[in-house]
């Protein structure tokens, strides 16, 4: 049985993991009969959002890791837990904890850096030549990890294609029901909530991640 990788950013679309995104690709997993175990860096989330008011609570501190664990229904690991010899794939779903807690694009924008302990939980699978699935916002770490010409996905926002391109990318449109492979590096992506207008849209592009990323596994 193939044993796939889930890394998470938090918990809630504004300040953490997209929680319908996540719920999708583990749903998918479960159904396609793979495995997953759920995984995430132990470290402050950028801030805390209130989800009801849309807005920043500076008072406020959260851990990635321990809000992760909600989606996980307390099953998670730190990213330095990783066993890669342990696992065929990674995928890792969207939410703007993934351009806040991940990496910082979404206040760096093309200048933007992934966070250290995610670079090195993500390069034990590009150095073990395992694929990676990025949905959503998350592709924006591609360019960072893979290096020139590396190609994904997220949709067709003209502002963050450019940062994309602008990064060493190259981006390639899509609908939100399609994915975008890199065959030589074994990436795939696909928009989700960067397009989608409701969950059976996000389910559409997401299912078929899931599928391509199992079917890349050796």
Excluded at 88 to 117: M, R, W
Excluded at 138 to 145: D, V
Excluded at 160 to 171: E, K, Y
Excluded at 199 to 211: C, D, N, T, W
Aim: charge should be negative.
């Amino acid at each position: 049985m193939k044993k796939i990788a889930v890394l998470l950013s938090g918990c809630g679309v504004f300040d953490g993991t997209e929680i319908h995104e996540s719920v999708l690709t583990l749903l998918s997993l479960s159904k396609a009969g793979a495995q997953y175990q759920c995984f995430a860096p132990d470290i402050n989330q950028m801030h805390v959002v209130n989800h009801f008011t849309g807005e920043a609570d500076n008072t406020a501190t959260r851990n990635v890791l321990v809000e992760s664990a909600r989606i996980a229904r307390g099953d998670i690991k730190a990213t330095t837990e990783l066993d890669i010899t342990a696992f065929d794939a990674l995928i890792i779903p969207g939410g703007f904890g993934a351009a806040k807690n991940l990496c910082n694009f979404a206040t760096n924008g093309s200048e933007c850096e992934v966070h250290p302990l995610v670079t090195d939980f993500i390069n034990e699978f590009i150095l073990a030549k395992k694929p990676v699935g990025f949905i959503c916002i998350a592709p924006m770490m591609i360019p960072r990890l893979y290096g020139h010409g590396a190609k994904g996905t997220i949709g067709n926002d003209v502002d963050t294609v450019a940062a994309f391109n602008l990064m060493g990318g190259s981006h390639h449109a899509a609908t939100v029901h399609d994915i975008v492979v890199d065959e030589a590096n074994k990436i795939v992506s696909t928009p989700a909530y960067m397009l989608a207008g409701n969950i059976a849209e996000a389910h559409s592009g997401i299912e078929k991640l899931v599928a391509k990323v199992l079917q890349l596994v050796k």
